[in-house]
């Protein structure tokens, strides 16, 4: 048996006995050392979104115990980085490239789930999704790699170029992570807006060259005044909130992109200046989850230090206490931005 932080409903999570995964050949066993608490798995708990028991977590640091018999990429001993969802890389969407959209990617998954003693990689994961964390990269530094390969995933579509100046909308973690990627692909002036003087304040230790907000002063004037009165390239959407597509989409620069990774489960339908899409090409895209292909290209971030997340981890909880790091972390008063949940 092993111990495991099981989601049954709101607001209850039991730290319990599980069993341990039965290994097939081409698995592996790995023991959870940082799981990264996720707005999505926030978001599931508090709303409810996914029906328990079940163990959420999929930001996953991991040392591997255990191999199937046919395993020859990794062994005991390997410290790891892998992420949950993995496509056929053979239908039309994987065809086209929409990897995310595979009917086989939600289907895929590590069991039980990241905040779990241990973990069974399945062979798909294995082979398409694990990697090696470089030597010198802290557990809490590696569980950061899945995030950062959403926000490039996400990104990449964002066509950002050298000297484009970027807006994003939100700055929790995918927003300062966003944020960061974006300056380091070249962009020239980047803004963040958020309600909590927490962030922005750290958005500012982080090197972001603007960070605003929109309780305090006028989005739209200081947007404008950054960009000489043009808009912004891209704007990126990182907060649930579906009334700041309108918004997002006024700020734009002709020919800018919107990029929205976040669900806006509240209020969906918004109206949008539609005549912008013939008159000024704009475009909106949206965004979910990671390509396998983004997995190395975060690795390769984090091994560079190409951008700072240690300052972004404000707490760490032990795996005893997800509904407390979930409440918190939930709780727009606290100064909190990623929570790592370690094992004790
Ligand atoms: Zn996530
Ligand atoms: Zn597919």
Avoid at 66 to 76: D, E, H, L
Avoid at 136 to 160: D, F, Q, T
Avoid at 302 to 331: G, K
Wanted: glycine letters at 8%; proline letters at 6%; hydrophobic letters at 45%.
């Amino acid at each position: 048996m092993m111990k495991a932080s099981v989601y049954y409903r709101k607001d209850v999570i039991r730290y319990e006995e599980v069993p341990v995964p039965e290994l097939g050949e081409g698995d592996i066993l790995v023991e959870m050392k940082s799981c990264g608490l996720c707005g999505t798995d926030i978001h599931k708990a508090q709303h409810q979104t996914v029906t328990g028991p079940v163990v959420l977590g999929h930001e996953v640091a991991a040392e591997v115990v255990k191999v199937g018999r046919r395993v020859t990429r990794f062994r005991p001993g390997d410290r790891v980085v892998t992420a949950i969802h993995v496509p056929c890389f053979t239908c039309h969407d994987c065809n086209r490239g929409h990897f995310t959209l595979c009917e086989q990617f939600k289907r895929t998954h590590i069991e039980p789930g990241g905040f779990a003693q241990y973990i069974r990689l399945p062979e798909l994961h294995v082979n398409h999704l694990t990697h090696l964390i470089p030597e010198g990269i802290s557990w809490e530094k590696a569980a950061m790699v899945e995030p950062i390969g959403c926000c490039l995933h996400g990104l990449k579509r964002a066509a950002i170029t050298p000297g484009c100046s970027v807006l994003v909308m939100g700055s929790g973690t995918i927003g300062l992570l966003s944020a960061q990627l974006a300056a380091m692909m070249g962009a020239g002036r980047v803004m963040v807006s958020d309600l909590s003087p927490f962030k922005l304040d750290l958005a500012l230790q982080l090197g972001i060259d603007h960070a605003i907000n929109p309780a305090e002063e006028d989005l739209e004037a200081r947007v404008r005044e950054v960009t000489g009165g043009l808009g912004v390239d891209v704007v990126v959407i990182a907060a649930g909130v579906s009334a700041l597509l309108p918004q997002a989409i006024s700020l734009l620069r002709r020919g800018g992109r919107v990029v929205v990774f976040s669900p806006f489960d509240h209020l969906p339908m918004v109206n949008i200046d539609a005549g912008r899409f013939f008159r000024d090409e704009i475009s909106v895209i949206g965004t979910y989850s990671l390509s396998p292909y983004e997995m190395p290209e975060a690795v390769e971030i984090i091994r560079r230090n190409r951008i700072n997340v240690e300052a972004m981890i404000t707490h760490s909880y032990p795996l005893s206490q997800l509904e407390e790091a979930i409440a918190f972390a939930a709780n727009p008063q606290n100064n909190v931005l990623k929570v790592i949940i370690k094992m004790e």
